[in-house]
């Protein structure tokens, strides 16, 4: 059993930063692949960026350049560093596990979720 405890959302002004982290216990982290969803109010949940044992990171079009997802392993804590917000950034984000290691955009793959925490983004 992996349990993930999210922390580090907020309000912003467009164009400021804030960095997620996602605490695992339970296991490793780095046995699994983990990833960053967000869900808007009336929307569904989507990908935003996701990490593979080895580093290997995959981003939305929307987030890429803007977002960087990295990992502790000595912490178990996945962090992700959002810059240059946008209105379009608010949303509740949450952390997720893949204990097959994949890593994919897909939600479906994800075993594990945290209980998600607040992003809000002030134009």
């Known amino acids: 059993q992996v349990q993930l405890v999210e922390s580090g959302g907020g309000l912003v002004q467009a164009g400021g930063s804030l960095r997620l982290a996602c605490a695992a216990s339970?296991?490793?982290?780095?046995?699994?692949?983990m990833a960053w969803f967000r869900q808007a109010p009336g929307k569904e949940r989507e990908f935003v960026a996701a990490i593979k044992w080895g580093g290997l990171t995959s981003y939305a079009e929307s987030v890429k350049g803007r977002f960087t997802i990295s990992g502790d392993n000595a912490k178990n804590t996945v962090y992700l560093q959002m810059n240059s917000l946008k209105p379009e950034d608010t949303a509740v984000y949450y952390c997720?596990?893949?204990?097959?290691?994949?890593?994919?955009?897909?939600?479906?793959?994800?075993?594990?979720w945290g209980q998600g925490t607040q992003v809000t983004v002030s134009a």
């Open positions: 339970g296991r490793t982290f780095s046995d699994y692949a």
């Open positions: 997720a596990a893949d204990s097959a290691g994949w890593g994919t955009f897909s939600s479906g793959q994800y075993d594990y």
